[in-house]
């Protein structure tokens, strides 16, 4: 298993940080949050400064979270650097998006072929 105070996770999609804030004030030691959108990052922040402020922690480099902007399909994150991986939905949108070609089959929910 997966130790929480040693655990380092990444939250793909992670929109206004909630869940990575939630996540670290349940113990879990780094979470990342990484979005496509500059705009959701800074959510993300804000959102994190509430969260230290409830806390009484003053230097964000010392909290637990960081927000960085990433391509998911292009990420520049480190491979295997992270125990979890969590994701609320992000893979399947972009899964069920892709053009055909793009390293994936036909699914289900795919428009017919002209």
Known sequence: GIEPGAAEVVDVGCGNGYMCEVLHALGVRRVWGTDYSPAAIRLAQTVSSHFRRQKGAG??????????????????????????????????????????????????????LQ
């Not at 010392?62 to 960085?68: L, S």
């Not at 609320?88 to 069920?96: E, H, K, P, Q, T």
Request: proline fraction near 9%.
């Open 59 to 112: 230097d964000p480099e010392e909290w637990g979270t960081r927000y960085v902007v990433d391509d998911v399909l292009n990420t520049r994150l480190e491979r295997g650097a992270f125990d979890l991986v969590y994701d609320s939905g992000l893979l399947d949108s972009v899964a069920m998006t892709l053009p055909e070609g793009h390293g994936r089959e036909r699914g289900p929910f795919d428009p017919p």
